[in-house]
């Protein structure tokens, strides 16, 4: 089956970037999505098909996805940002959803 | 505005079987895929259930045999069934909107406020 790697756990300090990873095997050739999770609340896409944003979402998180990382970017982080972050993508050679292992952002 | 209500967790025994139901509005429920993730207490997303709009259905091995998804447009619900429970089944269980093709690219844009489910004696 379809493996998803992430990092635990990034620290960045308040406006400065975070880079969180997803690896996965030729994870470039597949679409990945992003998610963000705060305590005691459901996920939030705040990025999909590798690079868009829904409405809603700030310009500070973007995404980019290449051979077998994809990566969200969250530029000038603030501390609201402190969350988890999953990525996510459908394995259709064996119709299963996929997801990472999640990596807990700290803001410093 | 897109509105999804689970309903239907709480604490059943091993080996017991518990339906949850997922109340949609603010949108065409006929029109969309939806799925079910689980998330246990302080641990990662996982996928647990799929139904397309012709009702066709997906399962990951580990509920596969245990667990029917299923849909009723006209009262724009949806039901997962969960029988033979065990505890590893424990788990805050969401339901979501699926947008995209779930042959290639399928993700979630809506998901609900998730219902408790504990399985324990």
């Known amino acids: 089956s379809y493996v998803l790697t992430q990092p635990p756990s990034v620290s960045v300090a308040p406006g400065q970037t975070a880079r969180i990873t997803c690896g996965g095997n030729?994870?470039?050739?597949?679409?990945v999505h992003w998610y963000q999770q705060k305590p005691g609340q459901a996920p939030v896409l705040v990025v999909y098909?590798?690079?868009d944003r829904p409405s809603g979402i700030p310009e500070r998180f973007s995404g980019s996805n290449s051979g077998n990382t994809a990566t969200l970017t969250i530029s000038r982080v603030e501390a609201g940002d402190e969350a988890d972050y999953y990525c996510?993508?459908?394995?259709?050679?064996?119709?299963?959803?996929?997801f990472g292992g999640g990596t807990k952002l700290t803001v410093l | 505005e897109v509105q999804l209500v689970e309903s239907g967790g709480g604490l059943v025994q091993p080996g017991g079987s518990l339906r949850l139901s997922c109340a949609a509005s603010?949108?065409?429920?006929?029109?969309?895929?939806m799925h079910w993730v689980r998330q246990a207490t302080g641990k990662g997303l996982e996928w647990v259930s799929a139904?397309?709009?012709?009702?066709?259905?997906y399962y990951p091995g580990s509920v596969k045999g245990r667990f029917t998804i299923s849909r009723e447009n006209a009262k724009n619900s949806l039901y997962l069934q969960m029988n033979s429970l065990r505890a590893g089944d424990t788990a805050v269980y969401y339901c979501?909107?699926?947008?995209?093709?779930?042959?290639?690219?399928?993700?979630?844009?809506?998901w609900g406020q998730g219902t408790l489910v504990t399985v324990s004696s």
């Open positions: 030729n994870i470039g050739s597949k679409s």
């Open positions: 098909d590798d690079s």
């Open positions: 979501a909107r699926v947008r995209g093709y779930c042959g290639g690219d399928c993700y979630y844009d809506y």
């Open positions: 603010g949108f065409t429920f006929s029109s969309y895929d």
């Open positions: 996510q993508v459908w394995d259709s050679s064996s119709d299963r959803g996929v």
């Open positions: 139904i397309g709009t012709a009702g066709d259905t």
